[in-house]
């Protein structure tokens, strides 16, 4: 997903906008307002018997399928109750770690006064998401004039995201939070994501920036043609290997001849996730990237599940049917996939250049 918020300035206005999708619940109205009462002693668990699921920026959760969706959000007005539940703000993570990242939040909610009352855990805890994504989670009770707002902060590192999960209700017609808490879990409980959730590289054909193109077999094999409009004269064929994630990375510090270190690798990651510029990056970017230096390129949202380590070992140069030469070398490529632009973006570790592979389609 492109990155939502590529112009920040200073860490204090990136957590002005944050606080500010926290608070836009309130735009949904004071919920007496849009609902009506609701029926005396109705359970939870008999509006949890039939859901639908809600995918949006790059996550899903189950809701209640008689919940009415707020136009334009990812809130949900409970059916009989006067209480709004859902996704209420996405951001990324950026180079934060989560609990640098929740003090802080916790901090200027304190400076700003932004509830009368404000309950916040001191840490966050550990929690896995329903499709297995180690996360980490805090919740906050906040009240301002007669409005109670429930908040369930989850992050998810290796997704470079931080969601909000939100609830908001009249806190004389609720009193005790506790059944709006379980709400939110409820909702969390179903949360999975769709970022880097896929392998897009194995099997597929890219055309290279300088023209080539590259044709990836499922079974492991691969071509590799000067041009895409010539497959029958002169290419390349091998072997090659795809890793992504944690493990494309272990894997490029395990390939010693290339001397780089696990610390350097996640170094390029953080910075990466503050706001990624596809191409060959610079020393200056990250400043670009965390509001130092005024830019308005685009840039894209990456994470740890959408590096990739791609080895290509050229087995053999055929020249004609007649002319094989046998031999090769191999050459390792680290980098982001980028799924709006359907684009790897690639470092050549072996030339020290930067090459894009455009996706074209599944080899034939």
């Not at 030469?325 to 250049?353: H, K, Q, V, W």
Request: glycine fraction near 8%; charged fraction near 20%.
């Amino acid at each position: 997903m492109k990155d939502q918020f590529h112009l920040w300035r200073s860490t204090a206005a990136f957590l002005t906008l944050l606080v500010l999708l926290l608070c836009s619940l309130t735009a949904c109205g004071t919920p007496a307002d849009e609902a009506s009462a609701p029926p005396e002693e109705a359970p939870i668990s008999s509006q949890q018997e039939d859901v639908s699921t809600h995918s949006t920026q790059g996550v899903a959760f189950e809701v209640p399928a008689d919940w009415t969706q707020a136009e334009g959000t990812d809130l949900f007005y409970a059916s009989g109750r006067r209480e709004v539940y859902g996704l209420n703000g996405v951001s990324p993570l950026g180079s934060y770690t989560p609990q640098a990242f929740y003090e802080a939040l916790v901090g200027h909610y304190e400076d700003t006064n932004q509830f009368s009352s404000l309950q916040a855990e001191e840490t966050m805890d550990p929690w896995q998401s329903a499709d297995g994504v180690d996360c980490y989670t805090a919740n906050l009770t906040g009240y301002q004039d007669s409005i109670l707002y429930c908040t369930k902060l989850v992050i998810a590192p290796q997704k470079n995201l931080v969601l909000t999960f939100c609830g908001q209700a009249n806190a004389e017609t609720v009193g005790d939070p506790t059944p709006m808490w379980d709400m939110l879990n409820f909702l969390c409980e179903s949360l999975t994501f769709e970022i880097g959730t896929r392998d897009e590289i194995t099997g597929n054909t890219f055309l290279c920036g300088d023209g080539s193109h590259l044709c990836l077999q499922d079974g492991g094999d691969f071509r590799w043609y000067q041009s895409a409009e010539d497959h029958e004269h002169q290419y390349y064929e091998g072997a090659y290997e795809v890793y992504r994630g944690r493990e494309a990375m272990e894997k490029t510090v395990s390939m010693s001849e290339y001397g780089l270190t696990m610390e350097e690798l996640e170094q390029v990651l953080f910075a990466s996730m503050n706001g990624y510029l596809p191409g060959e990056s610079r020393p200056i970017d990250y400043l670009y990237a965390t509001g130092e230096i005024e830019d308005s390129r685009e840039r894209y949202q990456v994470c740890l599940d959408t590096f990739y380590a791609v080895i290509l070992h050229n087995q053999r140069l055929v020249a004609s049917p007649e002319e094989v030469r046998e031999g090769g070398s191999s050459t390792l490529y680290i980098g982001f996939y980028l799924p709006e632009l359907g684009m790897a973006d690639l470092t050549n570790c072996n030339a020290g250049s930067n090459t894009q592979w455009t996706f074209q389609e599944k080899t034939v």
